[in-house]
Each structure stands twice: as C-alpha cells, then as structure tokens.
C-alpha cells in the first residue's frame, strides 16, 4: 500500500540494494499533491512544504504525515544516481477533486518541479498545473497522463526505452 512508512521503505531499505551506482531512476506517482505556501514567519532556505500524498497522510498534519520526494531523494544519496525521471500523475492542487476545498492561494508547481529537477540528469513531470489533475472515471479508467504515458512506452511488441519515451 501506498503509505508514508512504505514509500519511505522503497526508498531507504529496497532501492538501495536494488539499484546500482549511476542507474538512472524512475520514481512514477498517481495520488494527491499538494505544495502549501510556507508558514508564517519561515525563514529563508526553509524547505518547500511540497508533498505527494501517502493514503495514510492527514490534512491537518500534512508536515508529519505528507511525504517529500525530493528529501527521500536527498536521503539515498542523490550524488550516486546516473538518471532521475519523475512522473506525477497529479497536480499541487490534487488529482481527481481539489485536497483542500477552501480557496487559498498555492504556489505554483514550478515550484515542486524545480526541487525534483536539481540534480543533475534529472527530469520531473507533472499532469497539470493551475487546476486540478483529471483521473480516470473508474478503477479501470486510466487518466490521460498515465494513458499517454503508456502509449509512449510502447507495447510488448515494440517497446519504447524511457529516452524514447521522453522524445
């Protein structure tokens, strides 16, 4: 299951010993995001409270219970990746229906892309910004960003690799 302990899991415990120095990585999400603007009174150089959504995370603790990509990156060494592709089937505003209803002004996703592009190598993208991301209409529906993403990988029959997937 998607949860924070899980996601933190694959990181720091599986991936280690799975990938080798200098693979490149493909971390891919379709869940909530969200990128909250930062508290008041933060200092200068605080981290971006930019989060993927676990499906244990709380709205009204999304600091102790969202989940930050690019810190889980951070932690596994980000100097030993040859490659780091970042697909979010998401927005900073949600996937499917808004995460928060009330209207509050969010940052850009520029943001978010910007702490998951600076790596060397690395490349992030996202289904939508300014809105909320659309999702299929049933479980087995698949959301148009996973639908082309597919299509650009292509088939068991003649299968695309990530870079022509990436053209």
Not at 1 to 26: C, E, F, Y
Request: proline share 8%; hydrophobic share 40%.
């Amino acid at each position: 299951k998607p949860t924070r302990n899980n996601l933190d899991w694959a990181i720091k415990v599986w991936l280690p010993h799975q990938a080798q120095p200098h693979d490149l990585l493909v971390f891919y999400f379709a869940g909530h995001a969200i990128s909250l603007p930062d508290k008041p009174g933060a200092l200068p150089g605080t981290r971006p409270r930019d989060f993927l959504l676990p499906s244990d995370a709380r709205l009204d603790d999304l600091d102790a219970t969202g989940w930050r990509l690019d810190e889980a990156i951070d932690s596994m060494g980000a100097e030993r990746i040859g490659g780091l592709v970042c697909w979010l089937d998401t927005s900073v505003m949600g996937r499917g229906h808004p995460v928060i209803k009330q209207a509050i002004p969010l940052p850009k996703a520029e943001r978010l892309l910007s702490s998951l592009t600076r790596w060397t190598n690395s490349t992030a993208w996202l289904a939508a910004d300014g809105q909320v991301s659309r999702e299929g209409g049933s479980v087995r529906e698949r959301s148009p960003f996973t639908a082309s993403l597919l299509r650009a990988l292509g088939s068991e029959e003649r299968p695309n690799s990530i870079l022509g997937a990436l053209h």
